[in-house]
């Protein structure tokens, strides 16, 4: 018997390899399905398996050690900040046991765990804030301030500082030299004088490098460094200054050092000294102008007139402006002498007083300016002979006027002679200087004036009387006093009376004088006789005279004054002159009757007379009154009023023409009811005037002899009255050849209205379109019908009219001048026959090579007479041919042989050209930036008319610039295709700094409109890049931070990371993911090969992303942002910016400002998903770059969606999709 005896197979196992090589401090690895368990014969499928690793090399690697579980996963985890190899050995064992010789166990497979090294950031410790204890501008050196560096890991003290990682975030402008810090931790920078906090950023960098994620910057440390303000000091040029100098003081303020920005202090005046002792007003600031150390003001003492100490003036300076601070000495003292003194100037007097109370005056002012009013008292020591001006008062503004004092003599009536005596001043005032300084006194004699005699006086100077009312008077008075008494006896003459009392009047009056009353005035009353004489002004007399005295000094044979009196008379008379006995009516218009009323006597009052007219003259029909006219007349009515002294009026009549057969007629006229206060009477009254009549009756025909054409021509004649009708008067009219001459109306009629206004009658030819010469009518005028016997029955003549025939062969033309305009309105005449033919006519036209064909036209018996148009379009083409004339010329054919070959003028068409030559120069950005570093800008030029022959634009550089062509060649056939060149900067050695080039152009051809042509030239902007700072190849992956200079870095073939700082900086990432950034200057910045990260910042930056699939964010600035190879993501961000995708799949995002988008040929594709994607274009802000030799006419824009899809409608390329904008919104305007 046999047994079969179960026998386990030994097992085995596989895996996927060494486990992957990781980083340090990875974490917990975990890799599934690292191995597959085999257990053997297909009948031990059943198995488990168990694994089981041992022989661990370097245990120090690991945190948790590798293990195996029976799936096969994998699990191990990396110790902290460890590094390197280690192997192990692994088996694995089946659950089938080892009965009967099986194997249960595998054979033993090696393996090994690699944990690549990662470098830790470093770190370090600082010294914090740097405050300044006083200002300066000189280099500053701190020790140590970065201390304690710190690489990471022990397995990292090998390492060392590559560098000080140094950015100032804000104060870049307090310093000549930035803050710097050198390896060894020591701190550095300058300051440039300006106060201010400046904050400063600092990262440490190891040199232990960035590979495998490794991190080789410490996190940023900030401090501020507090540059105090510079202090100031205040100096002056004097401390003693004199009125009478008006001395100059120059007070400056000086700092440490120049300031930054203008600083000021505020100036202030203490002391005893006000503003007012200084010419003009005090500075209220002291001013220290950017860049400058040192202010000043300059202050004038002021001469003033005031007496007054010698005063102190304490200047101070205080409340110094940010940039500057106050130092020890901050206020300078000037002692101020004066050079016034208080006193009087008295001028002499100007002579005696009398007892007749004459003045005698003399003047004084002050001899200083007062601080308060000074009131000068004055009295005299004898006011019985002479008073004064009780006073005067001066103050600060008439000190220096002279004021007069004046001095009155008093009459005593008595003989006592010349008198002397004083006038005195007593000064009052709240000023020191004058209280009580009195004047000196002043000398005065009063000289007598007693004398006997009569002193007679009119009232108002005059003796003015009126008849029958106003009286006057007079008074008499002795000089002096008498011893006794004295009469004296007024007598009047025959014209006048005189009164003691106003109401008792006789031929004489006696007044008495007593020793009492004698110089007392007493009054005389005086009348006129009321007579009834006219005799105006006249004049009366009244003599006076001593007719009884008690005083040997008035004897009865002194002579007196007598009176005179004008006397107003109140008798009134008026007297008419003037008029006409006859005057001729006339036929129209009027004759003027003028009558004059004279009034003599009491001128002096207001008086009146009533006028008045009549016989058979009728009012208004006949005459009327025009005027009263005179001095002072008035008239109400038929009343005339004479005011006071009117002395004449003047009447004035018209008497009116007609042209009515009626008798003649009389005009009288009267003056009644005179009026006087006296007596009135009137003469000359009434006036008698005899109007007589003159005109005939009858009819004017202007002109009786016409001429009429058969082309409807008319002529008029004209048909008035002779004389105005006094009813209707009515002429029938008619022609007596209908066939040659019509009426415009059958009949006349005129009336008293319209009688002499010409009415006028058109007659009007009448064409019978036959050739029948000149013919003879007349206009008949019938005899007259009217109710008027002067009219009814008269027989005008009749009008003589000749009708001149007009039918005569040929072409009429509106006009011979029309004009047209290239690609715009035409120009057009009409032609039309002037004379019905008996057959068809042709016209037919010829003109020249630049206007378009005309059709003939053909005018028959039915359409002759109706103009036909012809139109004139100019030819538009591309040439400037400036302003040309083109002449028509025209050819008649037909069958009437009175048109076949007539002659027609010709037609002059002037056109005007819609051509300008013109090479105009396209910016896309409207500027060109280029950069030493490197890069390129382009422009585009073409040409705005077509030549006639091929054109040669020359490009001139200065030096400065290149053009990748030395001129562009335009052909009549390409002359409207933009040509591109490319700008790029020439390279020197020349430290310049940002600058310009001059790029003209020269146009030659043998195209006379272009040789020659003038063409704006264009201005480019450079950046240079020869403030040399870093130049740096990288050998192996890593980072760099530029210099505050122009830096040229490569980087290496890895993964660099390159920033720039200031200046204008040339960044090449060369191979690898690299990310570059610009700085605040004009970089140059392109990534090579690999996915690049490229970040423009400031300037006007180039950025190109190279190959591969970049993302490029241009900064601010106006930048040039070019894609490369790739589907790349492209940013304008801030600034005009020209943005060009390149190859590839491509999204452009403008951002702010006006960007210009680059459109060609080979940047799309054959889907619509293959064009590149415009993200944010904005209609009549940005541009589309159409690059040569793709055309706008080369485009097909349409809408899809919210998307408008640009396509070379020839090729069939997708070129560009547009977001966010409606085709309608798009024009020619937003390609270039």
Known sequence: MFYKLSLNDQPSFTTTGNPATVNEDAGAITISNWATFNPGSANEASQTATYTISNISNPGLFAAIPTVNSSGTLTYTPATDANGTSTFDVVVQDNGGTANGGVDTSSVQPFTITVTPVNDAPSFSNAGNQTLTSWTNTVQTVSNWANTFVFGPTSENSQAVADFLVNVTAGNDLFTALPDIANDGTL??????????????????????????????????????????????LTTNTTTATEAGTTAITLTATAQGAVSGNQTLNLALTGTASNSDFSGTIPAQITIANGSNTGQVTLTIANDLIAEDSETATLTISNPSSGIQL???????????????????????????????????????????????????????????????PSITFNSSNWNQYQTITITGVNDFVADGDIPYN???????????????????????????????????????????????????????????????????????????????????????????????????????????????????HSGSITNAITNSADANYPTTMALDGITANITDNDISYSLTGGSPTITEGNSGTQQITYNITRTGALNETSTV??????????????????????????????????????????TVEVVGDQIDEDDESLIFSLVNPTATGTATVTGSPATTTITDDYTAGFTITPTSLTTTEAAGTATFTVALNTQPTADVKINLSSDNTAEGILDKPSLTFNAANWNSPQTVTVTGVDDFGDDGDIAYNIITSAATSTDAKYNGINPVDVAVTNTDNDTAGVALSSTNVAAYEGGAGGSYTAVLTSKPTAPVTVNFSGGSQINPLAALTFDSNNWNVPQPVIITAIDDNIAEGLATEIISHTVTSADAKYNGVN?????????????????????????????????????????????????????????????????????????????????????????????????????????????????????????????????????????????????????????????????????GGAGND???????????????????????????????????????????????????GNDKLFGEQGDDYLFGGAGVDTVTGGLGRDAFAIGNGMGGMTVEMADVITDFVPGEDV?????????????????????????????????????VDVASLTQADFV
């Open 1184 to 1220: 589309f770059d159409l690059i040569p030799s793709l055309g706008f006419g080369d485009l097909s824009l349409v809408q899809n969606g919210g998307d408008v899809v640009i396509q070379n409608r020839v090729t069939g390329e997708f070129l560009a999709r547009v977001q966010g």
């Open 423 to 537: 006038i005195t001043g007593t000064a009052i005032s709240s000023d020191p200087k004058y209280n009580n300084n009195n004047p000196t006194n002043v000398a005065v004699i009063n000289t007598d004036n007693d004398s006997p005699g009569v002193t007679i006086t009119p009232s108002g100077g005059t003796t003015q009387l009126t008849e029958g009312s106003i009286t006057d008077t007079y008074t008499i008075a002795l000089n002096t006093l008498p011893t006794g008494n004295v009469q004296i006896t007024a007598t009047a003459d025959a014209q006048t009376q005189v009164s003691l009392d106003g109401v008792n009047f006789a031929a004489s009056q006696t007044l008495t004088f007593t020793s009492v009353n004698g110089i007392t005035p007493q009054t005389v009353t005086v009348r006129a006789i009321d007579d009834k004489t006219t005799e105006n002004i």
């Open 1075 to 1125: 990310v570059l950034s610009g700085g605040s200057g004009a970089d140059y910045i392109t990534g090579g090969a690999g996915l690049d990260l490229l970040f423009g910042g400031q300037g006007e930056d180039y950025l190109d992303g190279g190959n591969d699939e970049d993302v490029i964010f241009a900064g601010m600035g106006s930048d040039r942002v070019f894609g490369g190879n």
């Open 327 to 389: 130092g020890t000495t901050t206020a300078q003292t000037i002692t101020i002498t004066d050079n016034d003194t208080a006193g009087y100037l008295i001028t002499p007097i100007s002579g005696d007083t009398s007892e007749f109370g004459s003045l005698a005056t003399f003047d004084i002012h002050l001899t200083s300016q007062p601080t308060a009013d000074v009131t000068l008292n004055f009295t005299s020591d004898n006011p019985a002979e002479g008073t004064v001006t």
């Open 904 to 1068: 027609v003028g010709t037609v002059t068409a002037t056109i005007t050209d819609n051509d300008t030559a013109a090479a105009p120069v396209v910016q896309p950005l409207g500027r060109m930036d280029l950069r030493e570093s490197g890069g390129e800008d382009v422009y585009k030029l073409f040409l705005t008319t077509q030549p006639t022959a091929t054109v040669n634009v020359a490009i001139v550089t200065d030096g400065q610039t290149t053009a990748n062509v030395p001129y562009v060649t335009f052909t009549p056939s390409d002359w409207n295709l933009p040509q591109l060149v490319r700008v790029s900067a020439v390279d020197d050695n020349v430290v310049e700094g940002t600058h310009t080039s001059n790029i003209s152009f020269v146009a030659s051809s043998v195209d006379g409109v272009y040789q020659g042509l003038p063409i704006s030239g264009i201005t480019v902007n450079i950046a240079d890049n020869d403030n040399v700072g870093l130049v740096e190849s990288l050998p192996t992956p890593g980072s760099r931070m530029g210099t505050a200079a122009d830096d040229k870095i490569v980087g290496s073939a890895g993964d660099d990371v390159i920033n720039a700082r200031g200046g204008n900086n040339a960044l090449d």
């Open 188 to 233: 550095t920078y300058t300051p440039n004088g300006k106060p201010g906090t400046a904050t400063v950023q600092v990262q440490l960098k190891d040199d232990g490098g960035i590979l495998n994620g490794g991190v080789d910057t410490s996190s940023a440390a900030t401090f501020n460094i507090i540059i105090p303000p510079p202090t100031v000091e």
């Open 610 to 651: 009533d006028f008045n007219f009549s016989g058979t003259a009728t009012n208004i029909a006949d005459y009327k009154l025009v005027s009263v006219t005179g001095t002072g007349v008035s008239t109400t009515n038929s009343t005339i009023t004479f005011a006071p002294n009117a002395t004449s009026a003047t009447i």
